[in-house]
Each structure stands twice: as C-alpha cells, then as structure tokens.
C-alpha cells in the first residue's frame, strides 16, 4: 500500500513540476516531457509520447492534459490517470486564481507587455524544436514528407480547419495501412504457392 501511494505521489509531482516550468502549453510542453517522462522516469518511450501527442492533439480537450491523462493511465490505470491530469492542471490553476485579479491591468505596464512579448519568442522556439523532432521521428518515406507538406499549405495558406486535416490523416493513413496488409498477404501467399509448385 505504502509504494502504491509512493508511486501515485511520485506520477503526481512529476506533472506538477511539468505543468509549473513549461510556458506555452500544449506542444511547448514536449521537451520536458521527454525529459522528465521519458528520459529521467523511463516511464515511456519516444515513440509512445509521440502517439499520445497525436491522439492528444486529435481528440477534443488540452493536449497537455489528454497526454497527461494517457501516461498516468498507462503507468497506474485509470486512476493514475486522473492524478496525472491533476498534476498537470494544478499549477495553471493556483497561478491563475493568484493573477486573476490583476491579469486586467497588464496592458497599462509596458514593461509588463515586454515581457509578454519575450515568453512569446521563447514559446515559438520551442515549438520549432518540438516541429523538427517529430517530422524527424515520424516522416519515413516520401509519402509522409508530401503529406506534411500538403497539410501546412491546406491551413496555413486556406485556412483548412486543422479537423479536416486530421480525419483526412486517419483515413488516408487506414486505407494505406490496408492496402499494404492485403498486398503482403498476396505477397506471402504467392511465395507459398511457388514453394509448394517447387516441392512437387
């Protein structure tokens, strides 16, 4: 009973300190999450974040609360998963009822609006960072690397919204995985008649 309490402290510390030192939310919060989930705990592998980034990208909610709710879930069930999405949530919410009152008043501190400013720039460079690890981790032929392509100039330039571009992906990514499955079976099937012709 004492470790499983340990370990549920442990999994609900670890999203605290993640949701208290990463600015930006969302895809801001990949690298120290792969520090601290991956790298640190060994609690998950590269390829696992990654996936729960895209499911948590794709499914309604936070990403960085979907993705909390995945690895607490997958490290100590559903109830793991509901300490880690606690964990994460904590620290916005203590900051936020602290600041609520004065969050009005930014505009008139131009100090204040500089600052701002500065945390914007360093957000946009860790998303750069979080953009060039995943398309390194998950663009694997020339078919990923058009279809990445494709999907940027569909947002960006008219202004797709994202879920189309999403449902697209998943039923594109379907029929491929389909197409090659029934290819490999004839494939497999094909060998196997040749190998019986030459046993005869």
């Known amino acids: 009973m004492k470790n499983k309490i340990k370990d549920f402290l442990e999994l609900y510390l670890a999203f605290v300190k993640i949701g208290t030192f990463t600015f930006g ?17 060994g609690w998950v592998t590269e390829e696992e974040l990654i996936d729960y980034f895209a499911i948590g990208q794709s499914t309604p909610g936070i990403i960085a609360v979907n993705v909390a709710t995945f690895v607490g879930y997958k490290r100590l069930g559903w109830f ?82 994202s879920v189309w571009i999403i449902i697209a992906s998943l039923i594109t990514g379907s029929l491929l995985t389909l197409y090659r499955q029934k290819a490999r079976r004839t494939e497999v099937s094909d060998e196997t008649a040749a190998a019986s012709k030459e046993g005869e």
């Open 80 to 161: 793991g998963g509901i300490i880690g999405t606690l964990g994460v949530v904590t620290p916005s919410w203590v900051i936020i009822m602290l600041l609520a009152g004065a969050i009005s008043s930014v505009d008139k501190y131009p100090l204040a609006q500089k600052a701002l400013h500065g945390i914007n720039v360093a957000v946009a460079a860790l998303l750069t960072s979080v953009i060039v690890k995943f398309a390194k981790k998950t663009i694997k032929n020339v078919w990923n690397a058009v279809f990445m392509l494709l999907a940027f100039v569909l947002i960006y330039f008219f202004k797709v919204q």
């Open 25 to 41: 939310g969302g895809l801001a919060m990949m690298p120290i999450m792969q520090r601290e989930l991956m790298e640190k705990r």
